[in-house]
């Protein structure tokens, strides 16, 4: 076993390989941004052709909305279908120039009154909207949706005013952080693994990783799932693993937990890929589309995170 948990390479042969389960998945079901995704992480597929799928989504605001998020439907931008166009960019390269100066200009106009982003923006009410994402008049800053944002404009060595002010905001959301709950340490991850300051955000990261192991917040052991407690508003099984915090073998959450324990959440990862060669979703679905439509989407991220540690895909 090596550090990263990566297990030698079975001999199964490629018709029968995660990756091929999945590709046909994804033909299957995945919307075209998520199918050019795929065929460009795993199928030599071109980033014109992701860009170009990605633009149906982009609002004159320079915001992103039409339910690129899957979970918020309608045509109006908001922060969080903003966050998931920044993946796609930084996932091929493409997270700087005029389209990621229009994106900056989109989240000043709608940051609060301390420079964060907010979750949603009340312009949502009246769209359908994920029961689990509430539309409220005045919403407040939220290191969940602020962090990944910050994170992701700093690893590509964006520099905008808004940064600025946000930057402060995650620090000061991260670093008082003493009660959390998954998604929010995640979020919290995605700032610190690209945060300028490299000696803060490793202290950052030590002591939110002494957090994660005291709260037992991560599930250490996905045999014994009953010994680690479901936060506050999560559907029933929503556990996170290791590999959930820590994408990668270079993410700051890798050293939270030990090789066993990784190469046991890895092992975990690989055998949730269902019959139809998809990633189940652990959070609760709400409707049909948004299932449909955010399947692809997880099961593209599990083949990242196996590859990213020399799992055998395919």
């Known amino acids: 076993m090596s550090e990263t948990g990566a297990s030698p390479l079975p001999t199964t042969h490629p018709a029968r ?35 170009a799928a ?30 998931y166009a920044l ?4 996932a091929v390269g493409r997270c700087g120039g005029q389209r990621v100066e229009r994106v900056c200009r989109y989240l000043t106009s709608v940051s609060t009154a301390d420079g964060a982003l907010p979750m949603v923006r009340p312009s949502q009410r009246g769209y359908p909207t994920a029961p689990f994402v509430p539309v409220v008049d005045d919403p407040p800053s939220e290191l969940l949706a602020t962090g990944p944002v910050v994170g992701l404009l700093h690893r590509n060595e ?15 959301a991260v670093e008082s952080l003493d009660k959390s709950h998954p998604y929010e340490v995640e979020a919290a991850v995605a700032f610190l693994d690209s945060a300028p300051d490299r000696p803060r955000a490793q202290a950052a990261a ?13 599930a250490l052991d996905p045999h014994r799932l009953d010994a ?9 099984g929503e556990h996170h693993f290791p590999h959930d915090f820590a994408r990668s073998p270079e993410s700051l959450a890798r050293a ?10 890895l092992d975990h990862l690989a055998a949730e890929q269902q019959d139809d060669g998809g990633w189940p979703l652990r959070r609760r679905p709400w409707a049909a589309a948004p299932a449909l439509e955010s399947r692809p989407v ?8 196996l590859r990213a540690y020399g799992r055998f895909v395919g």
Do not use: K
């Open 54 to 83: 990605l633009d149906a989504y982009r609002n004159e605001d320079g915001g992103y909305g039409h339910g690129l998020e899957p979970d918020l439907r309608g045509p109006v931008s908001q922060p969080l279908h903003t966050a």
């Open 206 to 218: 030590d002591r939110l990783g002494r957090l994660v192991r005291e709260q037992r917040l991560a």
């Open 228 to 236: 680690y407690p479901i936060a506050c508003g999560y559907a029933p």
């Open 298 to 305: 997880v099961t593209i991220e599990a083949l990242r995170t």
């Open 158 to 172: 964006v520099w905008h005013a808004w940064l600025f002010r946000a930057t402060d905001f995650c620090w000061q």
């Open 256 to 265: 939270w937990f030990t090789d066993d324990e990784m190469a046991r959440s």
């Open 17 to 51: 390989s995660p990756l091929f389960r999945a590709e046909q998945f994804v033909w299957l079901t995945a919307r075209v941004l998520e199918q050019r995704l795929f065929a460009h992480h795993f199928l030599n597929g071109t980033l014109d052709a992701v860009e």
């Open 87 to 90: 993946r796609v960019l930084d």
